[in-house]
């Protein structure tokens, strides 16, 4: 990649700190050359989320079916979804049209395509036999796909919190919400002219209030700042809570897409997708618990600096 290119898709970032290695030199590069094309014909970002949720979706359906055909092309698929899903944002930065819709809908495209993931997966393994047994997966392979399902939810909702409260103490674009902001403007929605966004947002409220719900010694650190400080950050307060935050971002980009998707190809061609099940509730939850152990750690320790 040449240097003027290098600067180009580094514009497009919401911070370079926060940016997986894979997405810098691999999913990025691809996206600005979507996003560029998109943006030449006037296509809203939110479009392109919304293309990006059926190819995901799709992805899912393509597992359903054991035969390498159908294995390669759901994995083109997913890796199209998710240079589409790059692309949003990238053309969303480029343009100005950053809305909290689009946040939204990049959220949810995430879910769409591990909701159908799931549950063709689920599907394909409930009449085949369990690895070294005879006894048949049945009803045992949807508990264990919803116990998946759950902590992955879990897992990736509070990766993405920390990459904004980092952004937020960084000075970047962060999009951290706060539940109660959202339940405010919920409550203040009309019905009658705009009852989808009220809904979309009485169900976001919930997401964060979740997000919050594990982090308690973030949340008294967020509120002693802001009855000292207000919405001011004090920069010596950010850079060392940023320093301090820092080695988290290397969890929060393996608990969200890249790792994961890489494991499920894995699987998926070796023929064994039971496996992405284990690795999600094993491995990721270690990581998951490590992860939010040292961030309360930090909070609690920066609680002295206030």
């Known amino acids: 990649?040449?240097?003027?290119?290098?600067?180009?898709?580094?514009?497009?970032?919401?911070?370079?700190?926060?940016?997986?290695?894979?997405d810098i030199w691999f999913t990025r590069p691809i996206g600005l050359v979507i996003a560029k094309a998109f943006g030449a014909f006037g296509i809203h970002p939110n479009v392109i989320t919304i293309i990006s949720i059926f190819l995901g979706a799709f992805a899912g359906f393509c597992w359903w079916h054991p035969t390498m055909g159908w294995t390669l092309l759901g994995i083109g698929m997913l890796m199209l979804a998710n240079f589409l899903d790059s692309a949003d944002g990238q053309l969303a930065r480029m343009t100005g049209k950053k809305t909290l819709w689009g946040r939204l809908l990049d959220g949810?495209?995430?879910?769409?395509?591990?909701?159908?993931?799931?549950?063709?997966?689920?599907?394909?393994?409930?009449?085949?036999?369990?690895?070294?047994?005879?006894?048949?997966w049945g009803i045992w392979i949807w508990v264990i796909m919803l116990v998946s399902m759950v902590f992955h939810s879990r897992q990736a909702?509070?990766?993405?919190?920390?990459?904004n409260i980092y952004l937020?103490?960084?000075?970047?674009?962060?999009?951290?919400?706060?539940?109660?902001?959202?339940?405010?403007e919920q409550r203040?929605?009309?019905?009658?002219?705009?009852?989808?966004?009220?809904?979309?947002?009485?169900?976001?409220?919930?997401?964060?209030?979740?997000?919050?719900?594990?982090?308690?010694?973030?949340q008294k650190f967020r509120a002693s700042v802001r009855e000292k400080y207000?919405?001011?950050?004090p920069s010596e307060l950010g850079q060392e809570f940023c320093r301090r935050t820092y080695h988290i971002l290397k969890w929060t980009n393996i608990s969200t897409f890249n790792t994961r998707a890489i494991v499920l190809y894995i699987v998926l061609l070796l023929g064994m997708p039971w496996i992405y099940f284990v690795f999600e509730i094993i491995v990721m939850n270690i990581i998951f618990l490590y992860m939010r152990g040292s961030h309360e750690r930090v909070c609690r320790d920066m609680m002295s600096r206030i």
């Open 157 to 163: 909702g509070l990766a993405d919190y920390y990459r």
């Open 230 to 233: 207000g919405k001011e950050i």
């Open 188 to 218: 203040t929605t009309p019905w009658r002219e705009r009852w989808f966004w009220k809904i979309w947002l009485f169900f976001y409220q919930g997401y964060t209030r979740t997000q919050e719900s594990m982090t308690p010694r973030f």
């Open 1 to 22: 990649m040449t240097e003027k290119k290098k600067r180009a898709v580094e514009a497009t970032f919401k911070s370079k700190d926060t940016e997986e290695w894979l």
């Open 108 to 136: 949810f495209a995430g879910d769409v395509w591990f909701f159908f993931i799931y549950v063709f997966i689920a599907w394909r393994l409930t009449f085949q036999a369990i690895p070294f047994t005879e006894r048949i």
């Open 168 to 184: 937020l103490f960084h000075g970047d674009h962060s999009e951290l919400n706060d539940s109660r902001e959202l339940a405010a």
